[in-house]
């Protein structure tokens, strides 16, 4: 059956191939709209038919017009994306999907700094350190790009583009109100220090309430407070650019965030919501040399420090915080939870047998007291720092062969009590190299590679090789083949796993301290994630009448996944899942005049995993189509369709269409006022997701109808 599906899949590209090259023949200009160059796929700017890959590029226009109000919304645009909000502050999003438990195959670039956080290989989508009104495009490579990004860009790349200072001179004010409180607000100014730098300071603030109806897990316990599921930010970003001298160029961008996040009961001991606090610093740099027409020296250094504090009260039997119940769970899990349903423990080694013997002794002498509750204060805080540099070298050998290479390093330190006992330090070392040659006028091949090598798990080396074929000016076929991965992150490979409650009450044996029972040790031995991606792709580009299309079928094998949910009572990850992705994508932009612009989507998917967890997130058939207008009178208005299907293991289907109207009012030759309204219909209020083997949990609105007015000022 998959092969039937794919050949159909097949038949149906060969057809839209041959359709489109038997169209109207005109000239390509690369520059004629703002989707038709990327840099992202290989560092190097390519037109769409030259990239070894496909890729999604999401204009600022699109965005506005669309009327979407966050990165997350966003990627409902690209076909074969899976985006699943769990939470009113916790988006999980990965291309093809694969597992809801933590998606963490795609990397994330904000103007070239990785948000991709090391320690938990994680990205979190609500505190992202950019404002939507700074975003000057989104480009997505819909493929494996590890050649030019390294481990980690494994299934896709995202680079969030913001716009230069000069690019919106003045003042910009921005205020949005809507569905569950929902209250945004935006001061942007941009200026002068003299005729060589430029800069802009943004100021943003949003907040909502989240989910009507947050239902904690089954194993969790009853949840205190359905309702509980507000998000507040706070960002602060600076960005500058200096013309140090004629062909120099020195790039500045610094931003500061804090915000607080609702969480509900962290287990059914839990007497407090264990909210999440969140502190975040960053700050990059980027040196440009034009050393002539044809050569361009760049190196870029950025740091980043993100800090989560996250506390709560918890309640727990005495027994729990016995440290002979500790020494026994290290040695035998199975001993603790035997005597824990009062059981004598039975068939382990004389160790074990000597630990147990010790437990009960301990659980004896407190007598009624082992079972009253002892409370105190957990948490789950750590803090990531990074410190990172590289050299890029881009040069133009001749009209027909250019080639990007550069070198890196790069310092992460995580430290947490609780996930690590202490600190985690992890330096990694890169060179990379990116060739695009055309032989012949209408042949590009595209080659390269990218070699790491880190403290903790070793080297890993992603190269790719591709070949476009332009079958005239218009219409070109692609072929590509490439390998990536994705390193184990820092808790993967030497977490120390381990809750000590302070404040406690009553003391234990004298003290206010005590360790929980449970814990969990990193086995250390973690291999690389890895990924065989073959694709056969079209890009037709016709830009007479203003379309782009992108087609492809795909091939991806995974192998040696960390399919695991890693939890205290479960930590144990292996290499030992895998999983074969194919299928088929189709994309198209048309922009027909100024007045009109369609974007549409499809994905057709077939996931075939040695593990129902590498399947939690996925869709056979998902798309999106939105389309806007600006009438004579002014008034703009456009329309979003979202189709997300359903899957057999516990994911919803997702669906929702969009409405929203606009128009611009000239207050002054150099000011304007833009009122803004969107409505939005959800298919289903609720969300459901499985967590873990049989384990699903869903949240809810309370209505399937969204409404959000916004004001733009400028002046």
């Known amino acids: 059956m998959k092969n039937k599906n794919l ?155 913001t716009k230069y200072p000069q690019e919106v001179p003045g003042t910009t004010l921005d205020a949005t109100a809507g569905s569950r409180r929902t209250a945004d607000g935006m001061a942007r100014y941009s200026g002068k220090v003299d005729d060589s730098t430029t800069y802009r300071v943004t100021v943003e603030h949003q907040q909502n309430l989240g989910f009507n109806n947050v239902i904690a897990p089954p194993n969790v316990g009853p949840t205190a407070d359905p309702d509980h599921d507000a998000s507040r930010l706070n960002k602060i970003t600076f960005r500058s650019m200096t013309d140090i001298a004629p062909n120099q160029t020195f790039d500045l961008e610094l931003s500061v965030l804090q915000g607080k996040q609702d969480n509900q009961v962290a287990d059914t001991y839990t007497t407090s919501f264990p909210d ?214 820092i808790i993967e490979q030497r977490a120390n796993w381990a809750y000590q409650v302070t404040n406690l009450s009553p003391l234990l044996y004298g003290l206010n301290y005590a360790t929980f029972a449970q814990s969990a040790t990193a086995p250390g031995n973690i291999s690389a994630e890895h990924i065989l991606s073959r694709e056969i792709g079209y890009n037709g580009n016709f830009s007479r009448i203003g379309l782009t299309i992108d087609a492809k079928i795909f091939d991806d094998y995974l192998s040696d996944l960390i399919s695991q949910r890693l939890i205290l009572n479960s930590f144990a990850p292996t290499n030992s899942n895998d999983v074969t992705l194919r299928g088929a994508e189709l994309q198209a932009d048309y922009t027909p005049s100024q007045s009109w612009m369609m974007h549409a989507g499809y994905s057709y998917l077939l996931n075939s995993a040695s593990t129902a967890m590498e399947q939690t997130m996925y869709s056979r058939n998902s798309g999106s189509v939105a389309v806007s207008h600006v009438f004579d009178s002014g008034w703009r208005a456009s329309v979003g369709l979202y189709e997300y299907q359903a899957t057999l293991l516990g994911q919803s289907g997702y669906g929702k269409q969009d409405v929203t109207v606009s128009k611009t009012y000239k207050l002054s030759r150099d000011s304007s006022i833009t009122p803004t309204f969107t409505v939005t219909h959800l298919d289903h209020r609720s969300t459901e997701y499985m967590y873990g083997a049989g384990l699903s949990t869903e949240n809810s609105y309370a209505s399937p109808w969204q409404y959000y007015l916004s004001t733009r000022i400028t002046f």
């Open 276 to 489: 999440v606090y969140l502190q975040e610093y960053d700050a990059n740099a980027i040196w440009k040399d034009a050393l002539s027409d044809t050569h361009e020296l760049q190196v870029q250094a950025y740091l980043t420090q993100h800090r989560q504090a996250q506390s709560w009260n918890e309640c727990l039997p005495t027994l729990a915080f016995l440290p002979q119940m500790g020494a026994l769970y290290k040695a035998s899990p199975t001993y603790v939870n035997e005597i824990l349903a009062g059981i004598q423990p039975s068939g382990g080694t004389p160790t074990d047998n000597l630990l147990a013997a010790a437990a009960i002794r301990s659980i004896l002498s407190l007598g009624p007291a082992a079972l009253a509750p002892s409370c105190g204060t957990a948490n789950q805080d750590y803090t990531e720092q990074r410190a990172d540099i590289e050299f890029q070298d881009t040069y133009v050998f001749s009209p027909s062969l250019r080639m990007v290479s550069g070198a890196g390093l790069r310092r992460d330190i995580a430290t947490s009590q609780t996930y690590l006992d202490g600190t985690v330090g992890n330096t990694t070392w890169r060179a990379f190299a990116n060739v695009e040659y055309k032989p012949v006028p209408t042949v590009v091949i595209n080659a390269g590679g990218y070699y790491e090598k880190d403290q903790l798990t070793g080297s890993s080396f992603s190269p790719r090789i591709a070949l476009n074929k332009h079958l005239d000016d218009n219409n070109t076929i692609r072929f590509v083949v490439s390998k990536a991965d994705r390193m184990p992150d």
């Open 7 to 161: 050949y159909a899949a097949s038949s149906l590209l060969l057809v839209l191939i041959q359709s489109f090259a038997n169209a109207a023949q005109t000239d390509i200009d690369p520059m004629n709209s703002d989707v038709s160059m990327v840099l992202t796929p290989t560092r190097l700017r390519q037109s769409l038919s030259d990239v070894p890959g496909s890729v999604t590029v999401l204009t600022a226009d699109m965005l506005t017009q669309f009327g979407i109000r966050s990165v997350p919304e966003a990627l409902r645009l690209v076909p074969g994306m899976a985006v699943v909000q769990v939470s009113g502050s916790d988006y999980r999003i990965s291309y093809h999907g694969t597992n809801i438990s933590a998606p963490r195959r795609m990397n994330v670039l904000i103007d070239g700094v990785s948000v991709y956080r090391s320690a938990f290989a994680r990205v979190d989508w609500t505190a992202l350190p950019v404002a939507m009104a700074d975003i000057q495009r989104i480009e997505v490579t819909r493929d494996p790009d590890s050649a030019s990004y390294g481990p980690n860009s494994m299934l896709a790349t995202i680079n969030i583009i």
